[in-house]
């Protein structure tokens, strides 16, 4: 652990039963189901993989943003995702109604460069957020991110921090 993120507060997001769960003072809060990589597990840059390790939460975007908020560089396009919309964009990757940018925490594994290039979390642009409601959950179909319902990314966005711990483990 660093000195950023808080002991007593947790996110697990676990790969193999694709869940994210929220602890405090080491008891579960309540657990999301969720969508991480359909690329599987892996840090490098371009690879389209989900990173493991430790994380803190480095940014919160889209606080003050309606639910359905369709983000495209992490600004708010003034969009409200829904079905027409969806259908007439079918290839764009959805970004919806809060983003929680996370940041690696070990050198080489999830943060900087290691041997084969660039790995780091932050720098992959690694997000937790909202997706439409129309795309599964509980299958790995996702760019990297960890994909979530909206209404759970936005109750979840009220009762994280920045600096927040973030684990994500493969089983």
């Known amino acids: 652990m660093n000195n950023h993120a808080s002991l007593d507060k947790q996110l697990i997001i676990n790969i ?22 359909k690329n599987g597990i892996g840090s490098q840059q371009d690879s389209g993989c989900t990173p493991l390790g430790e994380h803190i939460v480095a940014e919160k975007i889209g606080g003050s943003e309606p639910m359905n908020a369709v983000f495209v560089g992490r600004v708010p396009t003034g969009e409200v995702y829904n079905a027409a919309l969806g259908i007439s964009n079918p290839n764009r990757d959805w970004i919806l109604s809060r983003i929680l940018w996370l940041s690696g925490l070990e050198e080489g594994v999830n943060k ?30 996702s760019h990297g991110c960890v994909r979530m319902r909206n209404k759970d990314i936005v109750e979840l966005f009220d009762q994280v921090e ?10």
């Open 16 to 37: 193999a039963q694709q869940t994210l769960t929220l602890y405090k003072q080491h008891k579960v809060v309540v657990q999301y189901t969720v969508s991480t990589a």
């Open 112 to 141: 900087g460069h290691n041997n084969q290039g660039g790995c780091d979390t932050y720098q992959r642009y690694i997000y937790i957020h909202g997706t439409p409601d129309t795309e599964p959950m509980s299958i790995p179909l």
């Open 162 to 171: 920045e600096g927040d711990a973030v684990t994500i483990v493969a089983s």
